[in-house]
């Protein structure tokens, strides 16, 4: 299962399309192409001259044929606004899998020299493990950087490198947050917990009072969920600075807390620890066997498609906080365009990039076609889309629930250059303590020391927690 | 005369030229990729033969070379000798609809192996699956094959559903070359069944039962699409390393460690090619003795 389920998008239609024509938003492509050249674009050394405008009018009136990898369903009617505005650009969209099969290819054609794509599309977390080997194009001097009031904040740190470069421009996003069973937690008298204090207590007094059901589950197999907890926490598990240096803490007090705490409700037995994603876990979500899903914001679409025996029966809440004064989440999925540095074409690249995100009617088909969950500020405003009330959440707003949560995400979380290696290592040491019921807080460490001796062998310079 | 010497090498050539292409050019680059290694941070080195003494003291690889070794001295003979049963019985002419058995037996192999792992995960699941459910309905405990415990035999059911059917065909094809004179001979002499079976047939049959163990031997040490599937809903119990193809899988695509996953694939070879080899030794010291 890739960690982006944000794409497995189905069930009815929350929003109609009427108010995207009356809609125009702050976003106009023009004015960022014309602010390229300005203070914004050349930030630092090594960001590339800027391109000027007739450079870009130029390049969008060429006959050109730009290839872009996506797995997302029908993106055929976004890029078709696209070949609209700009005739002279013919876009082959390919799908070649979703997430790290993808990625896989992605990196197979890069080492090969040939046949990779102009344009990607990429998760957030997958931006570093590219950037790395040096693969993705520089937006800057393609006026990207005036976009950036465009996009919500946490969503601009995560595309943008550490000397200021911009590696990709955000698309969807998934801030973390909490379904539940309203019917469930009514028949057991449960309260929503809005402290993880009160989220143990409550796990504990479900499964007493019934033990076939539990009060969530704790995927064993999903670091991507492990790393939205930890966002949320405040933790830094992985900060770069310069190319080759990193700092490795996934077992610092921060994890350690995470630890005890999931490693604890999993020992004792009151929450699940099976695989997400699978045939099991999605009839244990039909049946009932689960009261919540710590999810994304990706997740309410997503679970109304498939579960909908239990339509109805329920609502959305923000994720219980580790401190109540101080509401934070952490984000889940989403994802960007990025453009190959090997393109031959990189000004169309570069605005298609752009224009596929920030044009007013292409982002709001995102919304409306696709259900992802936007990033721009503009949509998440947007009073037809917060005032949705699917039938599925009991007419609860849902959409305005996990805007508000968007605004709680800390902004300064960072992924490694290797997050494949993070994840499978995580998996087997993490994430096979709590499927085992064993100590969570020692396999930290062993995920510690593995990711540590994996990145010295790279030749990277590690520090740790 | 002249001529005919010349067409020798012109009918080899087409599968030389496969043959180089596509096995001894591959397995160059792979030995030419096991002699480097490349970083992420500070490139490409030439290191000799640094990753063989890596691997060769590499626990995660020994170990899942360990696992297919006990994987195929546990599952082949139960497999081939369910293959063996299934074709004499096919071949007695003594079964009731014998084609559609046939058919039965074999129609696992051509279920791609993705889809028996995904089907057979769904019928070990412990949940929902319908052997959990009938042992809940019975008040039996519930078997966890997907469990440390269990996995390897669970693996090694569903291999044997696979092949089972496929080696099958093959002994079946070998029995029916056997001379119609011999089976008269041995009536003739007042041989039964059984004396046939074991007198004629099983000899018949020993290049064939050879074959299919040869094939055995690649395919356990290859073993990967199924733990790599049954990863999916039993992450805690298959890890990356699980058997040893896996492992080259995971470095090469997970670790971005090529050279190393090309030494331990071209290890693993070395591996096969010395299993197949003490197997035919063996088997053919036993005929000789």
Known sequence: ?465 | MRRQRAAGPLFVAPFMVLFLLLFLAPLGYAAYLSLFQERLIGGTAFVGLDNYAQALSDPQFLHGIGRVALFFVFQVPVMLLLALVFALALDSGLLRLARVIRLGIFVPYAVPSVVAALMWGYLYGPDFGPFAQLSRELSLPVPDFLSEGWMLGSLANIVTWEFVGYNMIILYAALRTVPEELYEAAAVDGAGAWRTAWSIKLPALRPALMLTLLFSVIGSFQLFNEPKLLMNIAPDVISSSYTANLYAYTLAFTGQQVNYAATVSFLLGLVIVIASYAVLLTANRRRTS
Not at chain 1, 77 to 101: M, S
Not at chain 1, 176 to 194: A, C, K, N, S
């Open chain 1, 1 to 465: 299962m890739p960690q982006n389920t944000s794409t497995f998008m189905s069930g009815p239609s929350p929003m109609s399309r009427r108010l995207f024509l009356t809609t125009t938003g702050a976003l106009s492509l023009g004015a960022a192409l014309t602010a390229c050249g300005g203070n914004d674009s050349g930030g630092s050394a090594g960001s590339g001259k800027p391109v000027g405008q007739a450079d870009i009018d130029k390049a969008m009136k060429t006959p050109t044929e730009l290839t872009f990898w996506t797995w997302v369903p029908n993106m055929d009617k976004e890029v078709a606004l696209f070949e609209k505005r700009y005739p002279a650009i013919k876009v082959k969209v390919v799908n070649a899998g979703q997430g790290t099969p993808q990625y896989t290819k992605l990196r197979t054609a890069l080492k090969a020299g040939s046949g990779a794509p102009d344009m990607v599309q990429i998760e957030y977390q997958a931006i570093p493990t590219f950037t790395i080997t040096d693969s993705l194009l520089d937006l800057r001097p393609y006026g990207a950087a005036a976009l950036k009031s465009t996009f919500v904040d946490w969503t601009w740190s995560q595309v943008s490198g550490n000397d200021g470069e911009i590696w990709a421009i955000p698309q969807d996003t998934g801030p973390m947050g909490m379904l539940y069973r309203q019917d469930i937690f009514d028949q057991h008298g449960i309260e929503v917990p809005g402290t993880w204090d009160e989220f143990a207590a409550a796990a504990r007094k479900l499964h007493k009072a019934d033990p076939d059901v539990y009060l969530t589950n704790l995927a064993a197999n999903q670091v991507a969920a492990w790393h939205g907890l930890l966002w949320q926490a405040g933790a830094k598990p992985y900060v770069t600075s310069g190319k080759g240096d990193i700092t490795i803490s996934v077992d610092d007090s921060v994890s350690q807390k995470l630890g005890a705490y999931w490693g604890g409700l999993a020992k004792e037995g009151v929450i699940g620890v099976e695989p997400d994603f699978t045939d099991s876990w999605y009839a244990a979500l039909n049946k009932g066997k689960y009261a919540t899903w710590i999810t994304a914001a990706w997740g309410p679409v997503f679970l109304s498609g498939s579960a909908k025996a239990t339509a109805g029966k329920w609502r959305a809440a923000p994720l219980p906080q580790w401190d109540a004064a101080k509401p934070s989440s952490g984000n889940w999925g989403g994802s960007t365009t990025a453009v190959i540095r090997s393109t031959k074409n990189p000004v169309a690249a570069a605005v298609f990039a752009q224009f596929l995100n920030t044009d007013p009617a292409s982002a709001r088909m995102f919304a409306t076609e696709q259900f992802f969950f936007p990033a721009t500020k503009s949509l998440l405003t947007d009073a037809e889309f917060v005032s949705d009330a699917p039938s599925f959440y009991g007419g609860q707003k849902v959409n305005q629930v996990f805007a508000d949560i968007g605004s709680t995400v800390n902004s300064s979380f960072q992924w490694p250059p290797f997050l494949d290696q993070a994840a499978t290592d995580w998996t087997e040491t993490v994430g096979k303590s709590l499927a085992d019921r064993t100590d969570t807080v020692r396999a930290l460490g062993t995920w510690q020391s593995r990711l540590t001796s994996y990145a010295k062998n790279q030749g990277f310079t590690v520090k740790g927690s």
